[in-house]
T-cell receptor, first 112, second 115 residues
Framework: SQTIHQWPATLVQPVGSPLSLECTVE??????LYWYRQAAGRGLQLLFY??????ISSEVPQNLSASRPQDRQFILSSKKLLLSDSGFYLC???????????FGSGTRLTVV | GENVEQHPSTLSVQEGDSAVIKCTYS??????FPWYKQELGKRPQLIID?????GEKKDQRIAVTLNKTAKHFSLHITETQPEDSAVYFC??????????????FGTGTLLAVQP
């Protein structure tokens, strides 16, 4: 069966520090991968998605970037964190061009 | 691009009552409408979905209805129980419309079921 792993679960980082969040999927090949941010415990904002290795689409211009170095690995990064980057970051995967997503357990990021 | 609006933002019901959450979407080409439930501090989980070729779908106490003409869809929960308390998200996408099935989410509804 397919599983999605996301880490770390929580992170407290100072303003101006770098960020790296990792997501991996097991049990499937060539998944579509997504990064969402959830601010204030409510809405889900799509940040990036990827349909293959090295293929990244950005939905919202901001202080973050994403990379997909391997088929089942998706990384969210920042060179310098801002206070506004705080939130709950969720990775998700899906197959093909249909159907719903399976979400990872999320990373709660607090920038101080 | 697609825009999804969701109402109400909060909903409080008595145990055993029904709850209805409504969403509207802007892109008439959208054809896939899932609903997710997110318990406090946990990941969203898919609870039901509907495609534009049907008007209603049921799964035990949960049902979803779709009105393509009006571009709105609703989640209906009957005989609510305290464990139904959570944030519910609707979403919309165009299956097979691009390289991936990109879901656009509503802003969420906090449902509180009072025992």
């Amino acid at each position: 069966s397919q599983t999605i792993h996301q880490w770390p679960a929580t992170l407290v980082q100072p303003v101006g520090s770098p960020l790296s969040l990792e997501c991996t999927v097991e049990g499937t090949s060539n998944p579509n991968l997504y990064w969402y941010r959830q601010a204030a415990g409510r809405g889900l904002q799509l940040l990036f998605y990827s349909v293959g290795i090295g293929q990244i689409s950005s939905e919202v211009p901001q202080n973050l970037s994403a990379s997909r170095p391997q088929d089942r690995q998706f990384i969210l990064s920042s060179k310098k964190l801002l206070l506004s980057d705080s939130g709950f970051y969720l990775c998700a995967w899906s197959l093909g061009r249909s159907g719903g997503y399976t979400f990872g357990s999320g990373t709660r990021l607090t920038v101080v | 691009g697609e825009n999804v609006e969701q109402h109400p933002s909060t909903l409080s019901v008595q145990e055993g009552d029904s709850a209805v959450i409504k969403c509207t979407y802007s892109d008439s080409a959208s054809n896939y409408f899932p609903w997710y439930k997110q318990e406090l501090g946990k990941r969203p989980q898919l609870i039901i979905d509907i495609r534009s070729n049907v008007g209603e779908k049921k799964d035990q106490r949960i049902a979803v209805t779709l009105n393509k003409t009006a571009k709105h869809f609703s989640l209906h929960i009957t005989e609510t129980q305290p464990e139904d308390s959570a944030v519910y998200f609707c979403a919309a996408s165009k299956e097979y419309g691009g390289a991936t099935n990109k879901l656009i989410f509503g802003t969420g509804t906090l449902l509180a079921v009072q025992p």
